[in-house]
């Protein structure tokens, strides 16, 4: 997938003031790269620049390359907020792509061959797409576009786990989302003109209950994923 490319400033000033200024008075965006050894990196983009590309589908789980002071910075993005009640953009958090390092993104779980599937052609059930997103851990010349699921041959009352899927050299799962091992996608029975979901309420109660034994490891694991957690982002 192409790079996506973005210019930006360095961003003298911090906090509150004058992130409001920048937003509402210069028309620009406050945002942090952090991650890597070096220090975090405050910045400004133009709302202008981050319209160019906010809309792409993959914005999320692609390299972009930010254009900042004749110099390049490798980035993913990792959050972008918004105003509650207005539709302006408030701050970006970009983490640095460092050579050699996993990178920790979000991608999109895509269904195939919905129409050719056993349960719902055959059965009469009906696709249930819990896990619409999905993290991946992956070296950044190897980020997946989407992790896809193959519904072909799945039956009713069938759940097709992360564990499920076919391993990939390319790139992981973080281990806290292994442990958990999440249902991505179900076909239920029909019943009377209405959905079985009896089998999913069970299902849901147990994964609950280990998600919460797994929840120490859920921190450690985003240790992974360079320094997602090991570097304090500055506003």
Same mark, same amino acid.
Do not use: W
């Given at each position: ?42 910045? #400004? ?64 779980? #895509? #269904? ?124």
């Amino acid at each position: 997938m192409e790079n996506l490319k973005l210019k930006a400033e360095k961003r003298e000033k911090v906090g509150g003031l004058s992130s409001k200024t920048a937003v509402y008075k210069e028309n620009k965006i406050p945002g942090i790269i952090y991650g890597g050894k070096d220090e975090p990196l405050p910045i #400004l983009v133009n709302n202008n620049e981050l319209l160019k590309i906010i809309n792409n589908e993959g914005l999320f789980n692609t390299v972009v390359e930010v254009e900042l002071d004749k110099k390049t910075e490798n980035v993913v993005f990792k959050e972008v907020q918004k105003h509650p009640s207005k539709n302006i953009f408030t701050h970006i958090d970009l983490q640095r792509v460092v050579k050699g390092t996993k990178v920790s993104v979000v991608v999109p779980v #895509l #269904l195939k061959n919905q129409d050719k599937c056993f349960g719902v052609k055959i059965e009469g059930g009906v696709i249930n797409h819990v896990l619409k997103e999905i993290s991946v851990l992956a070296s950044p010349e190897a980020i997946p576009e989407s992790i896809e699921v193959d519904m072909e041959e799945i039956k009713t009352k069938e759940k097709v786990r992360l564990s499920s899927l076919t391993a990939n050299s390319e790139y992981d799962f973080p281990s806290s989302l292994k442990n958990q091992d999440p249902v991505l996608v179900s076909v239920l029975t029909a019943r009377g003109g209405g959905l079985d979901f009896e089998d999913e309420e069970v299902d849901d109660v147990e994964e609950g209950a280990e998600a919460e034994s797994t929840e120490a490891s859920d921190e450690k694991s985003s240790e992974e994923n360079s320094s997602d957690n090991s570097e304090e982002k500055s506003e």
